[in-house]
């Protein structure tokens, strides 16, 4: 069936270094979501990306959606300790908002 | 409420004990999902409302999960007989409508000893 895989899976680095993380589908998506989740917390929503080959920051973070809208990336500039978490990029399933998560993507920051 | 809110936090059962886990969700959303996370996993759907309507619960391990949202607002997950692979977080979200962010609760997190 439909999945996006992501990777890495882990990722450790070090404070001001940075970060990307990439997810990709085998089918073509209509849009893709991203959600952070702390440790210990709930996954909040970051950014939703619709058109092909948009590109949209928010500080330091910059999301991509490729043009064939089958892969996305996060980019983190500069990393921060309060950049530590797991980030997701699920499918939506059926039009319906129904997301499917993967195992994300683990970012550890060693200050 | 600002945010989805989920009662209780934290809930301990004894095996084969019945739970009912709440979710209030922002006021006038239409979507409403429950998802199941174990430990260093990602959230896995389990059932979606549309108002009061459940659209979706292919996700619902087994016929001891049910869940309600009878008057389109608040939702009950209940699960009767619980077994220790119930143990998890639930987290319940919502959604103004189709296709747009979706908001989670904290969750509760159920342990079945």
Redesign the interface.
């Known amino acids: 069936g439909q999945q996006v895989m992501q990777i890495p899976q882990y990722q450790h680095v070090q404070e001001g270094e940075d970060f990307t993380t990439y997810c990709n589908s085998s089918t073509t998506l ?2 893709i ?1 991203w959600y952070k989740q702390r440790p210990g ?5 970051l950014i ?1 990306l619709v058109k092909s080959g948009e590109v949209k920051k928010q500080k330091r973070l910059t999301f991509q959606f490729g043009e064939a809208k089958k892969n996305s990336s996060l980019h983190i500039t500069a990393t921060q300790t309060t950049d530590v978490g ?1 980030y ?1 990029c ?1 499918l ?1 399933v ?11 993507t683990e970012l550890s920051v060693k200050p | 409420g600002a945010g989805v809110s989920q009662s209780p936090r934290y809930k301990v059962a004894k095996r084969g004990q019945d739970v009912a886990l709440r979710c209030d969700p922002i006021s006038g959303h239409v979507s409403l999902f429950w998802y199941q996370q174990a430990l260093g996993q990602g959230p896995e759907f389990l059932t979606y409302f549309q108002n009061e309507a459940q659209l979706d619960k292919s996700g619902l391990p087994s016929d001891r999960f049910f869940a309600e949202r009878p008057e389109g607002s608040v939702s009950t997950l209940k699960i009767q007989r619980t077994q220790q692979e119930d143990s998890a977080v639930y987290l319940c979200a919502s959604s103004l409508k189709e296709n747009t962010e979706a908001f989670f609760g904290q969750g509760t997190r159920l342990t079945v000893v």
Do not use: A, C, M
């Open positions: 209509s849009n979501q917390g709930h996954p909040v929503f939703q797991t997701f699920p939506e059926n039009q319906g908002g129904k997301l499917i998560f993967g195992q994300g």
